[in-house]
């Protein structure tokens, strides 16, 4: 089975600072990684995955993500952020036959000005 | 990108009634649709795996005939919510598998509240 581990559940940043949200996971098989972003009272919007090939991969609004196999880590960064950028963001796993998405527990990303 | 739409977006239900929630996939056919729940400031829960055409699975710890789901077509998934109580209510969310990649797309969800 597979779980996700966000060891924060807060991070406060000011306006145009650098973020890291961390993001650990566990599996016995191969697996696609993802980062969903939830702005309040509203549903999950994809923001960026991991399936294969390059182990960076970017979104379009600045943040990226870096698959680290043997760390078993997708940490999501983003080099300055902004007001906007205040959300729950959420890492998910997907792998084996279930095609069943796990999600972490979720870390609320708070930019202050 | 493709569409999944929930509806209602809200609603409001009196304790011991049934409320349905529909998930549709509006561009794409869908053979299988996850459902989830949330609860305040907290992550998604998966509930059950919807398959069309057949019995859908349960999670772990999920009571399967208070919690209702129907897969009848490849674009629609409706949860239906038995006999509802304070407890049940909750922001319920649903995605559905496309066959491209097998991407996920999810709903916009439905906040349940049981008085």
């Known amino acids: 089975a597979q779980s996700v581990t966000q060891l924060d559940s807060q991070v406060p940043v000011f306006e145009e600072a650098p973020v890291e949200l961390r993001c650990n996971y566990s599996?016995?098989?191969?697996?696609?990684l993802f980062w969903y972003v939830q702005y309040p009272n509203q549903g999950l919007q994809l923001l960026l995955k991991?399936?294969?090939?390059?182990?960076l991969v970017e979104s379009i609004n600045g943040f990226e993500a870096e698959f680290n196999k043997s760390q078993t880590s997708f940490h999501l960064r983003k080099p300055s952020v902004h007001i906007s950028d205040t959300a729950e963001y959420f890492c998910?796993?997907?792998?084996?036959?279930?095609?069943?998405?796990?999600f972490g527990t979720g870390t609320l990303l708070a930019v202050q000005p | 990108g493709a569409v999944v739409s929930q509806h209602p977006s809200w609603v409001i239900c009196k304790s011991g009634t049934s409320v349905k929630i529909e998930c549709r996939s509006l561009?794409?056919?869908?053979?299988?649709m996850f459902w989830y729940r949330q609860f305040p400031k907290q992550s998604l829960m998966l509930m059950a795996t919807?398959?069309?055409?057949?019995?859908?699975?349960?999670e772990q710890g999920v009571e399967k005939d208070k919690f209702l789901i129907n897969h009848a077509s490849l674009t629609l998934s409706t949860l239906t919510v038995t006999s509802a109580h304070p407890e049940d209510s909750s922001f319920y969310i649903c995605?559905?598998?496309?066959?491209?990649?097998?991407?996920?797309?999810f709903g916009e969800g439905s906040r349940l509240t049981v008085l």
């Open positions: 599996s016995s098989v191969s697996v696609y």
């Open positions: 561009d794409f056919q869908a053979t299988t």
């Open positions: 998910a796993v997907r792998g084996g036959a279930t095609n069943k998405l796990i």
């Open positions: 991991y399936l294969s090939g390059s182990t």
């Open positions: 995605s559905a598998l496309t066959g491209r990649a097998g991407e996920l797309f």
């Open positions: 919807s398959n069309e055409g057949s019995k859908a699975t349960y």
